[in-house]
Every structure is written in structure tokens, then in C-alpha cells.
């Protein structure tokens, strides 16, 4: 197994040379992508058995870094890798066909040798084994994605979105930074192994300030309210591929690392830990969700409702937190395989969709809602295959994101045994947050499929669109397949996990709550279709005619609700989140009724800006002008600076 | 014998869904001191339609015509779940009430797109609607099924029901009582009937579930009208099932069943003549009234899960 993981190594750090020395050869230019696929397929079928059979593979290239460096792949690792390689390769397939169609020269060859380093810098941290590696892994990602969304030009707006993503990834890498370095006292090479063992002998304070600095720094990753504000910035303007990549996998590596360090290394904590993360989730399932159903433009709203799935994720992990804190390892296990499952299962449905919009933006040049409609006749597969991905999301019974949902609710009832009242209350309680999310993802996920691809065209560019190419077909068609594959048979993965599970919390069973919806759902798939097809015998003749117009010549699209309108009512229930500065023009002023023009303007700037962001950048900035006055440009001050510094420095070592 | 039992349950509630309609109707013209149609009148609506043809605008896609049978199905998949004459159910062992309210929202994520698909303008009212009123009421729904079940201690319905049944009727908790307020009040919203919805409205500005509808026709409306009819039905055998459930059959006797159905048949009977005195004396709510409505459900369903922690 370890020559698979290997190979599955050296092949995908071979795909961006390659990539490199094929930018002046035309003809090599299918090499590139089939290298990178057959190197995914490597992983995926490595990091799959190791996933099921549990065999552990590692790597040591301490030898050859500074630093050790080694690479681990346990159970978890192993499904983090399996997650990654097999979302990666749907990507890379319609990646092979988008390129091609949309970027020519520098951009085309940049775009190659970027993506398989971002791919090959996630792999290497759900792998990596020690810190070095890990936040070597970690930084690479980042600065790789950047260079990604770059890759689609950075004028103007784009520059100052790239800069705030650039910007809060470092605040939360420093953080990340912070949480490995607390352990640098106790185990000095940060191997994860020594870090296991001595996490459990620290201070109980100590252990608080790493807890913290990790929820900080991968909540940023993640992009968990308050700090998923360069969420919805960073991911639509990413080429659609790398935003699927992004949204699906690259916040997957936060989880993975704070599963790592919150269950592996810290193991049970107080349980305000577990409130914390469980409040932090409900509060970025609801708002995500809240803010993606006011979105008009489909990758923003993609991007709210990445943020929405990872607030569940949150949910769960906070939900297991607790109840391991109470002494129910048996219920945690359960919320810990929520939250897993419902990561591969976000991964999957999230890609396809993120696939899928950038099909519709080839198909039609844009991604605006209200220019959309009547897609699903133009665009059968993708269409078909985007309304597989959207049952999913909000997670409709025989989709994958029921599976995941549903263990959550069963984790969360399980609560109301505990013994304690306070999570007797609060648990049961969070299962109606979670009802409520799932309510405003069906209006959401219906008011996305409505106005895009059903209905009348709103434009001339999507009445003229076209089916994509078949790679771009396929890249969106086999996550969805995925999709309802594991909808109907969840046990594939559920069995596997629980034992990953059991090896992360030791002293687990298997829920007998599992068993139940892996029998009751292919129950349920075969009674829905039975009747389905019941009914489809019966011959039900059509006739094709106009729609009633109370008596007018015809509708035209302008008469159908368009996405604003649909989203109005929830959104005037909402409004104190929203809280939009809408601003009317009439001109000329005096005349209200026989207006010349009119204009309408409705900004959300989200109360974070307002009331968290803004007063922070200015004190940041007020504090930046303070300390320039250090900066006088008289070289006996700075000889003087220099002087203080080596004393200061005396003084330290001397009384150290 | 068991299985037999589950089949005819699902098949009544199915078969019978149109009757309960009719029922109501029937009740409602006596209050308001007209004859009234007869109780078989849906089923004639029925047989009409389904010899009628489709008519389907020509921008719409095939889930025009898929949602329809789609929400058919999952909505007679639901009723599969719901114990009525004895304590367990076709699908109601193994699956438990968070998939029975899933499915029922399956159907109307479905008849929500096959609404916008029609391209009219009402469609998508209908829709934006129906977005407002099943998003707020998800929430009360299950957070009350929730509060049950945690009593039972056990999340299957037909689990739930059994230690029901084994309870004194005069000693049930303060939680069956706001569990009941808080279900009745989602399940008039869920079925679309007054105050939040008026099911029998001509007037298009006003409608929710008529909005969505409105560009169906022939089999296809026959489809849905039957789909809302089950789920009105299944509604009202959930209120039954888990707050009343008394008077099921416990073995297979003859004279045992005879009771449970006549009991069941009373008892259906007593909540539709609640339901039209209270369609018939209530005014329907200006929408943005619902969501208060809505509210008063998820207030007394917080207060029931907060008193099982309290209570035990």
C-alpha cells in the first residue's frame, strides 16, 4: 500500500513540472490533466483502502528538511484523502474542457501548474504528521488559492477581495501558528504523536488557550461567523472550478484540523467548548443560509450556503464536544459521524453545484439570476444533474444531505437523556435551529432552481444557451450520481466512518440509530418508486398550449416572479438581519406619479462590517499611526533603537 | 396478518383522504346553512380530471409534469409511516418523525418548482408564498414531535404510539398538551386551510397553495388535489396516532379491528368538525400575520421541549 501512496505522491508533484514543461509544447497539452487524474485515482484508491481496511501508511522525510517533516495516513487522514482525490477528479475532468474554453496563453499554463499544487498542498495537510508539515501545507494552500483566483485577473474590486481573503487567512494561520507553538514546551519536533501524548498532562489552561487558538484559526479556514467574511468574497470570483474545489475540499481541511486537534489531540474537554462550537455552528447555519437566500448572483449564494453546510459540520462536531463532555460516548460518536458524513456528503453535492454554475455562466456569460431561466430544457445533463445536487443540499429524504442531517437530529433528541438539564434543554432545542435552516435552504435551493432553470428565459443570452461539452457534462453528472448513491445506500460510507470513529474516540459502539436509516431508506426509495412508476403507466395524454393570460395577447418572462421577488417575504420576516440601505431616485423630484427615471438601489453591507470589522481595521490602523512616529529617519535613533534592543536582549538571556 | 394490517392502513388513508375532504365540506356548508355538496363529491372531481388530457405550457420542462407525481408518491409514502388501526405502520417501525416531516417537504420543494416552471406570473407567487409559510412552520413541527418523542422515549412513531397507549389518558403531561396546540396549529398551515390559507379562494392575489396550482390541469391537478387531500389526512391521523391513540386494535380479532376502525372513523369525524367550525368562524390571517402565527406554534413547541427536561 505504501508504494500506492507513494506513487500517488510523486505522480501528483509531478503534474505541475510536467505542466511546466509542457507550456511550449501544443500537442502535450492533454498531459497535464490525464497525469493529474491518473494521479487522483492513485489516492483515491490508496486512501480508500486504507479507509476501509485500515492500514496505516507514513512517510518520514525528516532526513531531508530542516525541520521533521512526515507524512501519516491513519483512518481519519485516509478519509480526508478519499474525500479530496474523489471530488478532485469530477474537477479536474471538466477542468480539462473549462480551461481550455476560457483561458488562452500565460493564464491557460498558469491554471495547470497552479491546480495540482493546490491539490498536492491539501493533500499534504489531512497527511501530514507533523506541524511543519502540517503548517507548511497550510500556508502553501492558501498563497495557492490566491494565486488561483488571481489567475481570472485581479482589477479593481477583485484585488481588494483577494487582499481580504490574504488578509484573514493569515490572521487565522497565526492563530493555527499560535496552537502548535503552545505545544513546543512539551514535545519539541511537533511529530502529532508526541503531541497526542502530552496534551493530556498539560494545564487545564494551557489546553483552553490551544482549544481557542485552534477554533480561531480553522473557524477561519472554515469560514464559521463571525469570520467567514471572506467567504462570499474570495469564492465567486475564483474561476468556477477552483471555487468548486475551494468551497467542496479546501474548507474540509479546516475540519479535518480541528477534528484533529479538538477529538485526537486534546480528547475530552469541558463542555463549554462543545456550546461554544454548537452556538457558533446555529449561528452560521442560520445567517449563512439567511444571507445565500437574499443573493441574486448564483456563486455568492453558493458561497452563503458553503457557509450555512459548514455551520452544521459545526453544529455536530459541537454537539459531540458535549455530549463527550457529559460522559455519552456513545451519542458523540453518533454527532461525530453527523458531522463527517455530512462533510463528504457537502463536498460532493457543493462541487456539482459549483460545477454546474460555472456551466451556466459558459452557456449564457452570466450568473446573475434575474437573466437566467428555462435553462433545464437547453441544458438537459446539467440541468438534471444541478437538480439532483439541489435535493441534496437541503436535504431531501434519498439525497445525500438527508444522511448527514438526520444523524445530527437523531445526536441531538439523544441529548435530552443526558442527566444534566442543561443540555437536556439545549440539545432537543438545537434540533428546531436545524429544522429551521432546512427550511430556508428548500426556499433558497427552490428560488435557485426556479429562476435558473425552469421557467421562461429572462434574456436573450439564456434563451440562446447551449449544452456544454461532455467533459463539462461529466464533471457535473458524477457528483450528483454520488449523490443519490449514498442518499439511498448510506452505509456505504456510515460503516467505514464509524470505525474511524471508534479509533479517534476510543471506547465507542456503533450507534444502533445507523442501523435503523440504512435499512428504512432503500425501503423508502423502492416505495417512492414503485409508486412513481405506477403512475407512469397509466398513459397520461399532454397537450402542449399557451398559458392563460386572463385574456392578453401572451406572458412574457418580465411577468414571472423573478428571484428578488421570490426570496421578499422571507426576506421582509428576516429583515432585522438584513437590515439593507435601500436608496429610491425620482427624477424629476417634484414629480412622484409621471416620473422621467427611476432608480433603485438596496446595499447589504452585513452588521459585521458595520459593528465588528470596521471599528477593528480602524483601531489596527489608528495603532499603525501611532507607531510611526518611531520612524523619524535620524540614524542616531535608529543607532539607539539598535542599542536598546541588544541590552533589552542581555537582560533576558542573563535572567532567563 | 401484520403486514396485511400496515397495507390496508396505508390504503385508507390514501383511498379515504378524498372522503375526510369531502367530509369537512359537507360540515362546513351545514354551518354556514347551505345543503352543500356530497361527502363523494372529490372523488367525482377526481374521475373527471384523470379523463381529462394535460395541458402544458410550451416553455416548461419535464418536472412540469414529474412534480405532480412526485408529490403523489412521497406523499403516500408518508402515510406509510402513521399508525392507525394498530400500533405500528408499514414504514413507521423503522423510519421516525424527522423523515415523515422530510418527505412531506420533498413534496413541496417539488410542487414549489413545478409551480415556477408554468411560467405564469401566479406560479411563482404561489411559490414565494409557500417558501414563507412551510420554512416557518418546519421548525414548530418538528421541534413538538421532538418534545413527544423525548417523553416516549423513542423517536419511531409507531414506538411513540405504543407507549402511548400504555399511558392513563388523564395523566398525560403538560408537554402532550402544548405538543398537540403547537402540531394543530403547523398542520393547518401544512395543509394550506384557514386562517393560514383559503383552499376553496377564487381570488388569485390571495392564494398560496391555489397560486402554485393554478396552472395544472387534467391528471396532473387530479394528482395533486388527491396528494393535498392525503396530506390532510395524514395530518390529522398523526394528531390521532400521537396524541390520541387509544381504542387501537392490540391483536388481530376481528371484533378488535371492527372497534379500531369505528373508533378511528369517530374520532377523525370529531377533528374535522373542529376543523370546520374553525374555518367557518375564523377569518383568514393577511399573510404577514402568519409568521406571528407561526410564532405562537414554535413559542409552544420551545416550551414543550424545555418542560420534558423540566418535568422528569
Redesign the interface.
Known sequence: MIYGFNSFLLLLLAAPIISLLCVKMKKARALPPVLLVIALLTGAATAGVSFWRGDRLSLDLSRLTPLPFALTVDRLSAFFLLLICVVSVPVVLYSASYIERHYEGLRRDGLWILLPAFIASMVLVVTASTGFAFLFGWELMTLLSAGLIMMEGDAGQRRHNIFIYLLMMHVGAAAVVGAFLLFLPHAPGLTFAAMRTVAAQMPQGMRTAIFLLAFLGFGTKAGIVPLHLWLPRAHPIAPSPVSALMSAVMLKTAVYAFVRFGFDFLGTGPAWWGYLVLTAGAVSGVLGVLYALAENDIKRLLAYSSVENIGIIFMAIGAAMVLRAYGAPTLAALAALAALAHAINHALFKSALFLGAGSVSDATHTLNMEELGGLLNRMPVTGVAMLIACCSIIGLPLFNGFVGEWLAFRAFLGGSTLPPITPAIVLPLVAGVLALIGGLAAACFAKLYGVVFLSRPRSEKAEHAHEVPAMMQLGVALPAAACVVIGIFPAIILRPLMTTISELMPGTAMPTQVASITTVLPWLALTVIAVVAAISLVKRTARVTATWACGQPGLDARMQYSGTALSKPLRKVFARVYQPDRAVNISPAGQPYFPEAISYSSVRTTSFERTLYRPAVDAVVAAAHRLRRLQTGNIQVYLLYLFLALVSLLLFMRFL | MRLLLDIVQVALLVALAPLVRGIVARIKARIQNRRGASVWRPYADLRKLFAK???????????F?LSP??L???T??AA?FIPVLHASAL?GT???F??L???L??G??FL??GA??????F???G???E??V??????????AL??V??VA?I??LAGIVQWTLQQDFFRLSAVHALAVAAVALVAIAETGRIPVDNPTSHLELTMIHEAMVL?YS???LA?IEWASAIKLNVMIALLIALFAPWGMAAGFTAAGLAIAIVVYALKVVALTVVLAVVESSVAKLR??MV?DFLGVA?AL??LA??F???M?
Open positions: 388530457e394535460d395541458l402544458v405550457p410550451p416553455t416548461a420542462s419535464f418536472v409534469r407525481v412526485l403523489f408518491a412521497v403516500a409514502a406509510a414504514l423503522m423510519g421516525d424527522i423523515l416531516a422530510y418527505l417537504a420533498f413541496r420543494f414549489m418548482l415556477m416552471d408554468g411560467g405564469g406570473a406560479g411563482g407567487m411559490a414565494s408564498r417558501a414563507l412551510s420554512t416557518l412552520a418546519e421548525a414548530p413541527l418538528l421541534l421532538t418534545a418523542a423525548v422515549h423517536a419511531t396552472e387534467g391528471p396532473s394528482l399573510m404577514y409568521p414554535c413547541s420551545i421541549v424545555v420534558t427536561a423540566v422528569r
